[in-house]
T-cell receptor, first 112, second 112 residues
Framework: DQQVKQNSPSLSVQEGRISILNCDYTNSMFDYFLWYKKYPAEGPTFLISISSIKDKNEDGRFTVFLNKSAKHLSLHIVPSQPGDSAVYFCAASAGTASKLTFGTGTRLQVTL | SQTIHQWPATLVQPVGSPLSLECTVEGTSNPNLYWYRQAAGRGLQLLFYSVGIGQISSEVPQNLSASRPQDRQFILSSKKLLLSDSGFYLC???????????FGPGTRLTVL
């Protein structure tokens, strides 16, 4: 049972444009959401997070939007840069749970 | 600042051989520690987590075990490796339960 879903395995965006990565979840107990960026053969790097009490969190070029009623979150990267090319994972946790549940990832390719 | 180390970076082992992967964290005390596995084409699956020395919680039944002999040391072991144990193993830490998790560089394990 995949509680966190990233339905787009890959995305290609031109440099300077906006990248939008999507994530859906099914567990209504999730209240904390994170995005990680991963390069091949490296550990994931934390990018940005959002608590369920918010619907938007911004950090530089990265913005995460949360739509609780739709159980949907998205990561916007603007402007996209070639160095953003990586696999992006969304993850979710519920309250004081120790477990992060990850999506299967979306591979972003930013082209020149 | 906090840093997390994993070794070895890569490992090739025959089926039936034992396994020991080590993870250490610096710059923090009493961290929560986690072991994840990323199998080919899949998301990150939580294997074990620990909230203190000697305290291990297992998320999935499997051929692996974990131990925490010291506050900032987390070890992943197996007595006899299976082909299905191949994957990318990641250690992570957090300041407390439900907090953001930060990942190490990972170990690529290939069982032949």
């Amino acid at each position: 049972d995949q509680q966190v879903k990233q339905n787009s395995p890959s995305l290609s965006v031109q440099e300077g444009r906006i990248s939008i990565l999507n994530c859906d979840y099914t567990n209504s107990m999730f209240d904390y959401f994170l995005w990680y960026k991963k390069y091949p053969a490296e550990g994931p790097t934390f990018l940005i997070s959002i608590s369920s009490i918010k619907d938007k969190n911004e950090d530089g070029r990265f913005t995460v939007f949360l739509n609780k009623s739709a159980k949907h979150l998205s990561l916007h990267i603007v402007p996209s840069q070639p160095g953003d090319s990586a696999v992006y994972f969304c993850a979710a946790s519920a309250g004081t749970a120790s477990k992060l549940t990850f999506g299967t990832g979306t591979r972003l390719q930013v082209t020149l | 600042s906090q840093t997390i180390h994993q070794w070895p970076a890569t490992l090739v082992q025959p089926v039936g051989s034992p396994l020991s992967l080590e993870c250490t964290v610096e710059g923090t005390s009493n961290p929560n520690l986690y072991w994840y596995r990323q199998a080919a084409g899949r998301g990150l699956q939580l294997l074990f987590y620990s909230v203190g020395i000697g305290q291990i919680s297992s998320e999935v039944p499997q051929n692996l075990s974990a131990s925490r002999p010291q506050d900032r040391q987390f070890i992943l072991s197996s007595k006899k490796l299976l082909l299905s144990d191949s994957g990318f193993y990641l250690c992570a830490w957090s300041g407390r339960v439900g907090d953001t998790q930060y990942f190490g560089p990972g170990t690529r394990l290939t069982v032949l």
